[in-house]
């Protein structure tokens, strides 16, 4: 019977962020890292961690939130990884899971912390609106630098009146559906 393998995954929510100070100092044979928000499980290392672990690995992470920032998905994710066999540790926090050994201590801990950071999530956010709407109230906040030319969405709207579908425009232009609508309605408005 094989042992496993020792599986690292780590998570910052930008780039421009590192991951040094996560598990670090530890050794492992494989290593996942995402640079993207844990508002969802939506990321590509993790959903590779995902289909790579097997039953006698053994995942460490650095702490809860770096793992899912709802309790939702953090509990789902411990529950998809024990169920196939893999053991998951919380180096931070300390706390280990396994399929064999259900601690319902442990099990308490992980959904409390887990609504912490869930809570800590929306906190950040109700933080990040509150100074955007300060700083349009002085006239500093100007959004998002503009994706199109205003020769490009000429075209666009063009294409648009034409009668081409919308998610078809929206894919050449490499924008979404929903700023494609908006573009749409101020044209309309003006």
Known sequence: MSKGQRIAYRRVSTVDQNTARQLDGMAFDIEFTDKA????????????????????????????????????????LVETLTAKGVALSFVKEGLNFTADRADPFQTLMLSMLGSVAQFERAIILERQREGIAVAKAEGKYRGGKAKLSTEQVAAMLARVTAGEPKA????????????????IKSAAEE
């Not at 929206?170 to 559906?177: K, P, Q, V, W």
């Open 37 to 76: 928000s844990g508002k969802d499980t939506k990321r590509p290392q993790l959903e590779a961690l995902m289909r790579h672990a097997r039953s006698g690995d053994h995942v460490y992470v650095h702490s809860i939130d770096r793992l899912a920032r709802n309790t939702a998905d953090l509990l789902q």
């Open 168 to 183: 078809a425009i929206a894919r050449d232009f490499g924008i979404s559906r929903e700023t494609l609508y908006q573009h």
